[in-house]
């Protein structure tokens, strides 16, 4: 079982900088996949970006490379996604996902998530 506790949204204008956090603990989180998400309203919730804790290898989705940026803390068993030059269009509920095994894309694949919190960029 992995427990999943997010935070770090807000609203921000365009061009600002927001930090999300997804706290994990449980068993053996060397062996867990972290996925970031998001979902606008009337929309369905997409890809952001997923994090490998082992390996540490992140990928991103185009729409996010090079302004967001994953990064992990060991010692706080949290995960990072630092949010650089935000647009109107990153406004979406943020979801941190977990999974054991390797990372995907795919939010289906995900057994856990956090509650969501939620990122507004005023343009």
């Known amino acids: 079982q992995v427990q999943l506790v997010e935070s770090g949204g807000g609203l921000v204008q365009a061009g600002g900088s927001l930090r999300l956090s997804c706290a994990a603990s449980?068993?053996?989180?060397?062996?867990?996949?972290i996925g970031w998400f998001r979902q606008a309203p009337g929309k369905e919730r997409e890809f952001v970006a997923t994090?490998?804790?082992?390996?540490?290898?992140?990928n991103y989705a185009d729409s996010v490379k090079g302004r967001f940026t994953c990064s992990r803390d060991n010692a706080k068993n949290t995960v990072y996604l630092q949010m650089n030059s935000l647009k109107p269009e990153d406004t979406a509920v943020y979801y941190c996902?977990?999974?054991?095994?390797?990372?995907?894309?795919?939010?289906?694949?995900?057994?856990?998530w956090g509650q969501g919190t939620q990122v507004t960029v005023s343009s």
């Open positions: 994090f490998s804790w082992s390996g540490g290898i992140v």
């Open positions: 449980g068993r053996t989180l060397s062996s867990i996949a």
């Open positions: 996902a977990a999974r054991r095994g390797l990372t995907t894309n795919d939010p289906t694949r995900y057994d856990y």
